[in-house]
């Protein structure tokens, strides 16, 4: 059990363009949902928490309207990559927990987008 | 601030015993997590411990001493399939995991 899905797992775009990536939890119901960047040889870098229904909360330095978080369901998040650039490739993971905080995050598989 | 610190890098044999450390800093303190991340792969569960004490799961054993600020993660019977990287993640008061660069564990024949 607890798994959680990404989609797409890696994409290519040109600058200027969006991207939607989808995370889905398929066999419980994430109250919370987590989006990371991770950069080579780099640590693991909270973007943003989601919490159904309500908006995301932003780390410091991420821009919210160049990522922009949906968490319309219980199952699914997606962020979406306004007007892509180079400096934006990267590997983009999203975790998902359920309403008990103590509970360990069930990450998914990673998206890995490359901007030319 | 906030701060986790990891040897950046360990070698071990095949077979082998390997302990890596950690060592935190954070606001409030609820539990300490575990995580293995394989190059290019998402970081999955190892182990969670939130009071001082030794969990053992299988090969991997987990310790953590709240009042040191310490942690460390004992991986016995060394596989190939271990090389991965190992990620200390404390959580704060908020409930916010606290992630370091982690340590990369390279496991030779």
């Known amino acids: 059990g607890a798994v959680v899905s990404q989609h797409p797992s890696w994409v290519i775009c040109k600058s200027g363009t969006s991207v939607k990536i989808e995370c889905r939890s398929l066999d419980f119901q994430a109250t919370t949902m987590f989006w990371y960047r991770q950069f080579p040889k780099q640590s693991l870098m909270l973007m943003a928490t989601s919490n159904e229904g309500s908006k995301a909360t932003y780390e410091q330095g991420v821009e919210k309207d160049k990522f922009l978080i949906n968490h319309a369901s219980l199952t699914l998040s997606t962020l979406t990559v306004t007007s892509a650039h180079p400096e934006d490739s990267s590997f983009y993971i999203c975790?998902?927990?359920?309403?008990?905080?103590?509970?360990?995050?069930?990450f998914g598989p990673g998206t890995r987008l490359t901007v030319t | 601030g906030q701060n986790i610190d990891q040897p950046t890098e360990m070698t071990a044999t095949e077979g082998a015993i390997v302990q890596i450390n950690c060592t935190y800093q954070t606001s409030g303190f609820n539990g300490l997590f575990w995580y293995q991340q394989h190059a290019g792969e998402a970081p999955t569960f190892l182990s969670y411990n939130v009071l001082d004490g030794l969990e053992e799961k299988g090969r991997f054993s987990s310790f953590l001493s709240r009042s040191k600020g310490y942690s460390y993660l004992l991986l016995k019977e060394l596989q190939m399939k271990d090389s991965a990287s190992y990620l200390c993640a404390p959580m704060d008061s908020n409930y916010q995991l606290i992630w370091g660069a982690g340590t990369k564990l390279i496991i030779k024949p």
């Open positions: 975790s998902a927990r359920t309403d008990s905080q103590w509970e360990e995050q069930y």
